[in-house]
């Protein structure tokens, strides 16, 4: 059974860092592109930045480029989102997922619908 558990979110100020990490178990994700999506009270699902298996091409989102940054350890099994210069409009919850087919080692699915399993979400909170 796939698992996949995300932490590191929690309370920050405006301007503050966040680590967050997501660990899955039940299937070496070595060769699945890997995403970050966030949700904040009203509004729909986004996407925040992806991966490809080879984790040789990434994907951000307008609105955290420059500032986030994607990266995975396949021999952990874990997936990591740096969060710099967080801003209150980053509050949300944020959901790691994987692509639960093969794809090019290039590719890198930005839509929420090409991938297969999720996480539980963790909160992240930005005080202005």
């Known amino acids: 059974q796939v698992q996949l558990v995300e932490s590191g979110g929690g309370l920050v100020q405006a301007g503050g860092s966040l680590r967050l990490s997501c660990a899955a178990s039940?299937?070496?994700?070595?060769?699945?592109?890997l995403g970050w999506f966030r949700q904040a009270p009203g509004k729909e699902r986004e996407i925040v930045a992806a991966?490809?298996?080879?984790?040789?091409?990434?994907y951000y989102a307008d609105s955290v480029k420059g500032r986030f940054t994607i990266s995975r350890d396949n021999a952990k099994n874990t997936l990591y989102l740096q969060m710099n210069s967080l801003k209150p409009e980053d509050t949300a919850v944020y959901y790691c997922?994987?692509?639960?087919?093969?794809?090019?080692?290039?590719?890198?699915?930005?839509?929420?619908?090409?991938?297969?399993?999720w996480g539980q979400g963790t909160q992240v909170t930005v005080s202005s």
């Open positions: 997922a994987v692509q639960g087919t093969y794809s090019l080692s290039w590719y890198v699915p930005k839509t929420g619908d090409e991938y297969d399993y």
């Open positions: 039940g299937r070496t994700f070595s060769r699945y592109a």
């Open positions: 991966i490809s298996w080879s984790g040789g091409s990434t």
